[in-house]
Structures are given as structure tokens and as C-alpha cells.
């Protein structure tokens, strides 16, 4: 099931790797913004109050759980995976949205690949290294849109945004996107994040207004 979701989804990041720096999103902007959102040209930041300096020496991405092989990545593993770039609508819970934004790094489904997680496993678990946490059902996951990007714009991902490597997850509000993403933890049964405890929704699909549970 979650294998022919990947695969499908890897089919399409193929399909626009090719086209890429072709076609920007023409959609018109009402098809576009989710309702209760308004359109902001900046970027604001939001996160816990602290954003963790993670020199990228240090720097390592854990992949475990429900998995055949748990893996850690350091910063020249993960840049040797296959590198990917997508434009996505960037859309925060507290009402603003930003579109087009410029994301590259590595699709989630290659993460998935090199760890292969058996069928049970059907959630996701994402630490920062600032302590935030945040659950996903793993088939929102395994989107062909899902990345975790180290560079914003061709720049690498600021500090502030989330650096050295965040979490984006487009079709989901942006709290569901990991900055200064640690872990990525497999799981056969959901297990809430920082935010999901504390009230918002468990899937936060921003088209059907999933804010709070
Ligand atoms: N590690 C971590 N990731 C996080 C957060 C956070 O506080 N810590 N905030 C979330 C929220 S609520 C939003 S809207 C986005 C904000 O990303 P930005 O600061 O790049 O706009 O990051 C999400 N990911
Ligand atoms: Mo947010």
C-alpha cells in the first residue's frame, strides 16, 4: 500500500525534476489560497523561542523506529543523496500564507526507501533540535511534494527558517514541517507532537481548515 504510494510519488518528482525551472505555478491566486488565510509577500518566523545553532559538523539526521534499517545521516551523507527542488504554497495556522517558495533537498520518499519501513508502519514522528516535535499519518508523508530542504531559494535554509535541514510538507499547515529536523521516527501507532498535544488538529489539512482538534 504505503510502497505503491511511494513509488507513484517518486514517479512524479521524476516527471518534475524534468520540467523544473519551467513552469512556475500559474494557478490563479483564488484557486490557491486556503480559506481564513491572507497572502503575505515576507517571511515570518515562527518557532519556540529559541533557534539551535547546529554547526553542520555536528549535524546528523536520525531515521529509526519501525524500520528494517535505522539509519543517521551526517551533513556529506544526506547531501549524497539525490537532491531534489520543488515550489510549494507555504501556509501557517496563524492565518498567513506565502507562495511559491523554493525548496530543495531530499524527497522524503528517498528516506523511506533507504530505511524501509514494513506495512505497519503508518506514522511519522519528527523531532527538532530544539525540542519541537510534530506527528504525520506517513501516506501525507509519502506525498510527491515532501522534501527535507536544506536550501530556500538556492540559499541555504537560515537559521531562523529552520536550518541546517526543515521539514516541508506543502499540503499540510506549515507546523506539520520540522525546522532544525533531528529524528524522523517511524511508528506503527500515532504518538502526538508538541503542538497536536496541545490542541491542533492531527492531520491539519489547511483546504478543509483542520486547525485545532
Ligand atoms: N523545530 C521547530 N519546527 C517548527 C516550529 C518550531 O517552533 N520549531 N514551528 C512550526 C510552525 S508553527 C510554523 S508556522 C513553521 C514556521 O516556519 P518559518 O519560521 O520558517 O516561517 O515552522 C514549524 N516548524
Ligand atoms: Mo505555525
Known amino acids: 500500500m504505503s510502497k505503491e504510494r511511494y513509488i507513484a510519488a517518486k514517479q512524479k518528482w521524476a516527471e518534475k525534476q ?18 481564513g488565510q491572507k497572502l503575505t509577500t515576507g517571511f515570518p518566523v515562527l518557532d519556540l523561542g529559541v533557534q539551535p545553532a547546529v554547526p553542520l559538523t555536528e549535524w546528523t539526521l536520525t531515521l529509526d523506529g519501525l524500520v528494517t534499517q535505522p539509519v543517521t545521516l551526517d ?12 515550489v510549494s504554497d507555504f501556509h501557517c495556522v496563524t492565518t498567513w500564507s506565502k507562495y511559491d517558495c523554493r525548496w530543495s533537498g531530499v524527497a522524503f520518499t528517498t528516506l523511506f526507501e533507504l530505511v524501509q519501513p514494513p506495512p505497519e508502519a503508518r506514522y511519522v514522528y519528527f523531532t ?5 516535535s510534530t506527528n504525520v499519518p506517513l501516506e501525507h508523508c509519502l506525498d510527491d511534494d515532501v522534501l527535507i530542504a536544506t536550501h530556500f531559494d538556492g540559499a541555504p535554509v537560515s537559521r531562523e527558517h529552520g536550518g541546517p535541514a526543515r ?35 492531527n492531520i491539519g489539512d489547511p483546504w478543509k481548515e483542520e486547525r485545532y482538534a
Open 167 to 201: 521539514v516541508i510538507i506543502p499540503k499540510l499547515y506549515a507546523w506539520k514541517g520540522a525546522k532544525f529536523v533531528k529524528t524522523v521516527t517511524f511508528l506503527a501507532e500515532d504518538r502526538l507532537g508538541f503542538w497536536e498535544v496541545r490542541g491542533y488538529h
Open 18 to 35: 524534468k520540467a523544473q525551472g519551467v513552469t512556475p505555478r500559474l494557478t490563479a491566486a483564488t484557486d490557491r489560497l486556503p480559506p
Open 75 to 86: 551533513w556529506a551523507a544526506f547531501g549524497a543523496l539525490p537532491q531534489v527542488t520543488d
Open 128 to 132: 527538532g533540535y530544539d525540542g519541537y
